[in-house]
């Protein structure tokens, strides 16, 4: 059994934070209210937070680890398909993929959202409907992650949720990567 350590106290942090901010402003914070706004001002500060520490972080944070890649995700697809396993000490490739998905998604949300305020484009349409769009899309891809996590932590036997709590990954097998 390996117990390595993958996610630093900021990464971890970070999820747990967004999880939080994000589910009040999608259930339970009313949409017209001022502290709906603050809520997302600090949804994005968190993501450019994280943006920035994809850059300087630890080695499993930095983007260099995880590099978006449809042919690795196609690959990851396969192998769930042929009941092969590789573990990833990091994201998956298609956890990378949801990353990137999220971030970019949080930051339309965010940008639409502030558009909304301002007086350039107070009544226009257009960056509701866009808002509206992307927190859809947002809530989509967070239930698929969800669902994924679940999936990939019984198919490769490694608790996912726990390693982002704790900060370490528990493996029962050797890793297939570094």
Do not use: C
């Not at 939080?20 to 949409?31: G, K, P, R, S, T």
């Not at 990137?100 to 909304?116: A, K």
């Amino acid at each position: 059994m390996n117990r390595i350590k993958v996610w630093d106290p900021l990464i971890r942090l970070f999820h747990w934070s967004l999880v939080i901010l994000f589910a009040a402003n999608a259930l339970a914070v009313d949409d017209e209210s001022k502290l709906h706004i603050q809520v997302g001002y600090a949804i994005l500060v968190l993501v450019g937070l994280r943006i920035l520490w994809g850059f300087v972080g630890t080695r499993h944070a930095r983007f260099s680890d995880f590099p978006p890649s449809l042919a690795a995700g196609m690959e990851q697809v396969t192998e769930m398909a042929t009941h092969r396993k590789r573990i990833h000490t990091g994201h998956s490739p298609l956890g990378a993929l949801m990353i990137y998905n999220l971030i970019l998604s949080l930051l339309v949300i965010g940008l639409s959202g502030y558009l909304m305020t301002t007086n350039m484009f107070w009544g226009v349409e257009w960056p509701e409907e866009l808002h509206e769009i992307a927190v859809a899309w947002a809530e989509i891809s967070v239930v698929a992650h969800v669902i994924a996590v679940i999936f990939e932590s019984r198919r490769l036997g490694v608790n996912l949720p726990r390693s982002m709590v704790t900060g370490y990954k528990v493996f029962q097998t050797p890793r297939h990567d570094d």
